[in-house]
């Protein structure tokens, strides 16, 4: 498995003749070290229209100084990205007759920017060979704050034709002090007369030219103020943009197995997903039902997943309140082993999909529409076509409520329900989507639907868990262990949990559907 490190730093831009200031003016730095100066050797790999550079990731092999292996580094926020790190010998060879062995990245580098590449082959697209000296800054306490490292750069690129530049960067690396670290020593250099670095890595920087006269970005940049005179498909479009962003920079953290990595790319497909149906009649229709079965059923591998670990969490709580004369049992043993499992399986299943054609195809797909010329009816003024289609919205959510209500409780009032939740989703992320057209307004629609959201979704949680305990005090009755008793009193409370949800919802509803909320609409 790879290393992973969080790389907080700063470049600047200095003249060859640049003389670095004293360092240890720095408030909080005791020393300023200098390390013994390395050379270092990378080859950088991507594409050929160089499809990871585009979204500012680094995928090398260097050898020289302490950290020498494969390294990919994925972009985090401006200034940070994440550096995962393998020893040189993680990676394959590659016989060429002309020379020789040439070493081929990792395959689980390969594997984790596979949504960049998609299909394309990696190569070698740059070499570089940097002198570097390096100084560490200490506090009192000798703790390490940051690096400093001045680094002299020769650089090629490799293939069809071959561009050569060198040129002298300081490089500001936090280590374990705080950002005012930084701060102080990027004012110090500035002030020496160095200057913010105009490419986020040296790569970018020899690059440049190649990037520039490319395709640029898989995404386009959204326009920086939405109207309601502007297309109301460049404002969809744009709200379309942000979630594929969220779903590509997820992809690598689901397949490395990150914190709420599923979450966020599963949110993303939900969103996108929403968006398209409601604002269907804005896009080609065989496109939008093509994109809502391939992002339904990306979801759907997603949420085995993801459901068992957020089950696994309020079942760890759940058992933990009961009063100990009512664990009869290993039941926290038994819970865990059942959803364990389901988290294993769910996560064979989201890395199954992720590693399709068919999502690939998916991830194009969306890029192609984000991209796409609009429709006729996409030229519309956004504040002529939105708000009809929100109002479609609204009255959807309104009749499964009203048809949940004329049933008497009970599984089929529950599916109802569950579909009047799907709704009120819909409904939120469509008013966020016209908020920046109509503020507040949209912004009161979507706390409505979002209230709604809630009351369902606590509804909808205990109706699966109720379901979830049936089974297993079944099975353990079957086998005569003591638990099941504790799993029917859990079972117990999950039924009055959820029919508390329900009626706090109907007693919230004539609030939530009040006309103020969507006046606008009209």
Same mark, same amino acid.
């Given at each position: 498995?790879?290393?992973?490190?969080?790389?907080?730093?700063?470049?600047?831009?200095?003249?060859?003749?640049?003389?670095?200031?004293?360092?240890?003016?720095?408030?909080?730095?005791?020393?300023?070290?200098?390390?013994?100066?390395?050379?270092?050797?990378?080859?950088?790999?991507?594409?050929?229209?160089?499809?990871?550079?585009?979204?500012?990731?680094?995928?090398?092999?260097?050898?020289?100084?302490?950290?020498?292996?494969?390294?990919?580094?994925?972009?985090?926020?401006?200034?940070?990205?994440?550096?995962?790190?393998?020893?040189?010998?993680?990676?394959?060879?590659?016989?060429?007759?002309?020379?020789?062995?040439?070493?081929?990245?990792?395959?689980?580098?390969?594997?984790?920017?596979?949504?960049?590449?998609?299909?394309?082959?990696?190569?070698?697209?740059?070499?570089?060979?940097?002198?570097?000296?390096?100084?560490?800054?200490?506090?009192?306490?000798?703790?390490?704050?940051?690096?400093?490292?001045?680094?002299?750069?020769?650089?090629?690129?490799?293939?069809?034709?071959?561009?050569?530049?060198?040129?002298?960067?300081?490089?500001?690396?936090?280590?374990?002090?705080?950002?005012?670290?930084?701060?102080?020593?990027?004012?110090?250099?500035?002030?020496?007369?160095?200057?913010?670095?105009?490419?986020?890595?040296?790569?970018?920087?020899?690059?440049?030219?190649?990037?520039?006269?490319?395709?640029?970005?898989?995404?386009?940049?959204?326009?920086?103020?939405?109207?309601?005179?502007?297309?109301?498909?460049?404002?969809?479009?744009?709200?379309?943009?942000?979630?594929?962003?969220?779903?590509?920079?997820?992809?690598?953290?689901?397949?490395?197995?990150?914190?709420?990595?599923?979450?966020?790319?599963?949110?993303?497909?939900?969103?996108?997903?929403?968006?398209?149906?409601?604002?269907?009649?804005?896009?080609?229709?065989?496109?939008?039902?093509?994109?809502?079965?391939?992002?339904? &059923? =990306?979801? #759907? @591998? %997603?949420?085995?997943?993801?459901?068992?670990? !957020?089950?696994? /969490?309020?079942? +760890?709580?759940?058992? *933990? &309140? =009961?009063? #100990? @004369? %009512?664990?009869?049992?290993?039941?926290?043993? !038994?819970?865990? /082993?059942?959803? +364990?499992?389901?988290? *294993?399986?769910?996560?064979?299943?989201?890395?199954?999909?992720?590693?399709?054609?068919?999502?690939? /195809?998916?991830? +194009?797909?969306?890029?192609?529409?984000?991209?796409?010329?609009?429709?006729?009816?996409?030229?519309?003024?956004?504040?002529? /076509?939105?708000?009809?289609?929100?109002?479609?919205?609204?009255?959807?959510?309104?009749?499964?409520?009203?048809?949940?209500?004329?049933?008497?409780?009970?599984?089929?009032?529950?599916?109802?329900?569950?579909?009047?939740?799907?709704?009120?989703?819909?409904?939120?992320?469509?008013?966020?989507?016209?908020?920046?057209?109509?503020?507040?307004?949209?912004?009161?629609?979507?706390?409505?639907?979002?209230?709604?959201?809630?009351?369902?979704?606590?509804?909808?949680?205990?109706?699966?868990?109720?379901?979830?305990?049936?089974?297993?005090?079944?099975?353990?009755?079957?086998?005569?262990?003591?638990?099941?008793?504790?799993?029917?009193?859990?079972?117990?409370?999950?039924?009055?949990?959820?029919?508390?949800?329900?009626?706090?919802?109907?007693?919230?509803?004539p609030q939530i559907s009040a006309p103020r909320h969507r006046r606008w609409l009209q």
């Amino acid at each position: 498995m790879a290393v992973a490190v969080r790389e907080i730093e700063r470049k600047y831009a200095v003249t060859p003749s640049f003389v670095l200031p004293k360092l240890g003016a720095v408030s909080g730095v005791a020393t300023a070290r200098t390390r013994r100066t390395v050379t270092l050797e990378a080859t950088y790999y991507d594409t050929d229209d160089l499809r990871l550079a585009r979204n500012r990731i680094t995928l090398r092999r260097r050898t020289g100084g302490s950290d020498a292996g494969w390294h990919l580094k994925l972009p985090v926020r401006v200034g940070q990205r994440d550096e995962l790190q393998l020893p040189l010998d993680a990676g394959g060879g590659q016989i060429e007759p002309a020379l020789g062995t040439r070493p081929t990245p990792p395959a689980e580098f390969v594997d984790l920017v596979a949504v960049y590449a998609r299909g394309a082959q990696l190569r070698p697209v740059a070499r570089l060979r940097t002198l570097r000296t390096a100084r560490r800054l200490r506090d009192a306490g000798g703790a390490d704050l940051a690096e400093v490292v001045d680094d002299q750069v020769s650089a090629q690129t490799l293939g069809a034709s071959t561009t050569v530049s060198s040129w002298r960067e300081i490089e500001v690396e936090l280590v374990d002090g705080g950002p005012e670290v930084l701060d102080s020593v990027g004012e110090l250099l500035l002030a020496a007369g160095a200057r913010a670095a105009a490419d986020s890595s040296k790569l970018a920087r020899l690059l440049g030219p190649a990037l520039a006269a490319g395709p640029g970005p898989d995404l386009p940049t959204a326009p920086r103020r939405l109207r309601r005179k502007r297309p109301a498909g460049e404002v969809v479009q744009a709200y379309l943009v942000e979630q594929v962003r969220a779903l590509l920079a997820a992809d690598p953290r689901v397949r490395l197995d990150e914190p709420e990595a599923v979450h966020r790319m599963r949110v993303a497909c939900r969103r996108a997903r929403s968006a398209l149906r409601i604002f269907a009649p804005l896009f080609p229709a065989q496109t939008i039902t093509h994109l809502d079965t391939e992002l339904r &059923d =990306l979801a #759907a @591998a %997603l949420s085995g997943a993801r459901d068992a670990e !957020v089950q696994l /969490a309020y079942f +760890d709580g759940r058992v *933990a &309140d =009961l009063p #100990a @004369a %009512l664990v009869a049992g290993p039941v926290h043993a !038994v819970v865990r /082993a059942h959803l +364990d499992a389901g988290m *294993a399986a769910g996560r064979e299943q989201a890395l199954e999909m992720l590693r399709s054609d068919r999502y690939l /195809a998916l991830v +194009d797909s969306l890029i192609e529409l984000v991209r796409a010329p609009l429709t006729k009816a996409a030229r519309k003024p956004a504040g002529t /076509a939105l708000p009809v289609l929100v109002g479609r919205a609204d009255r959807g959510l309104a009749r499964r409520v009203g048809a949940a209500a004329r049933l008497p409780v009970g599984p089929d009032r529950d599916e109802l329900l569950h579909t009047a939740r799907k709704q009120a989703k819909r409904l939120r992320y469509a008013a966020e989507i016209v908020s920046p057209l109509y503020g507040a307004k949209a912004s009161d629609l979507a706390d409505a639907a979002a209230q709604a959201q809630e009351l369902l979704g606590i509804h909808q949680d205990a109706t699966v868990a109720r379901d979830l305990l049936r089974d297993w005090g079944v099975a353990a009755q079957a086998e005569g262990d003591a638990t099941a008793f504790t799993l029917g009193v859990l079972l117990g409370l999950e039924e009055c949990r959820g029919r508390m949800a329900e009626r706090d919802f109907f007693d919230a509803w004539p609030q939530i559907s009040a006309p103020r909320h969507r006046r606008w609409l009209q």
